[in-house]
């Protein structure tokens, strides 16, 4: 069936940077655009960007723009979030979910979700 | 703030009707989408291009899109059906989010 694990939760100090992967198995991994969303305390879902792992195209939430990348790795089927420039506020559990076939464009349901990862930032 | 407008909290009895809506100008040009997500879980897509249910997904579970308001109702609401409720749509190539509802059966 299709999956998307995650890595484990991070602790980090403001200022410095995590990245969190997502292996994905059960499907052409090349196929399907992968997105990120974050879920901070007590608030609600935050779309972060997509990247079709076909072509490394992305496209980034306006808030994300310059201290967010996603990246890839075709041969083991996993994408990547880096953030840097950490502050508190980041502090938040992160998911990856699959999207849309990547022919038919990203306008689509995110479906599965991984299982999150928790990224705390604190001093 | 959200795009997209949702109630913080609806209560209901066992046995009712649960109805949680999503308000917001995206909606007239876009299929919305629900996730249902219970504490320390991922999201689950429960609805998807607006009153579809994915396989496995209760048929208690119906959406609908009318304008600018999309509304997720739940018959017959389980005790199960306690999560957080959140709707989704596009606006361009950008996801948007509502702010998410608790139901409390």
């Known amino acids: 069936q299709v999956q998307l694990v995650q890595s484990g939760a991070e602790v980090k100090k403001p200022g410095a940077s995590v990245r969190v992967s997502c292996k994905a198995s059960g499907y052409t991994f090349t196929g399907h655009y992968i997105h990120w969303v974050r879920h901070a305390p007590g608030q609600g879902l935050e779309w972060m960007g997509w990247i079709n792992p076909h072509s490394g195209a992305t496209d980034y939430g306006r808030k994300f723009q310059g201290w967010v990348i996603m990246t890839w790795d075709t041969s083991i089927s996993t994408a990547y979030m880096q953030m840097s420039r950490l502050k508190s506020d980041d502090t938040a559990v992160y998911y990856c979910?699959?999207?849309?076939?990547?022919?038919?464009?990203?306008?689509?349901?995110?479906?599965?979700w991984g299982q999150g990862t928790l990224v705390t930032v604190s001093s | 703030s959200s795009e997209l407008s949702q109630p913080p909290s609806v209560s209901v009895f066992p046995g009712l009707t649960a109805t949680i809506t999503c308000s917001g100008d995206k909606l007239g040009a876009s299929h919305v989408f629900w996730y249902q997500q219970k504490p320390g879980q991922p999201p689950v897509l429960v609805i998807y291009?607006?009153?579809k249910r994915p396989l496995g997904i209760p048929e208690r579970f119906s959406g609908s899109n009318y304008g600018k308001t999309a509304t997720l109702t739940i018959s017959g609401t389980q005790s199960v059906d306690e999560a957080d409720y959140h709707c989704?749509?596009?606006?361009?190539?950008?996801?948007?989010f509502g702010g998410g509802t608790k139901l409390t059966v």
């Open positions: 989704q749509a596009w606006d361009s190539s950008s996801v948007v």
């Open positions: 979910t699959r999207g849309n076939p990547v022919v038919s464009g990203p306008a689509d349901r995110l479906d599965p």
């Open positions: 291009d607006d009153d």
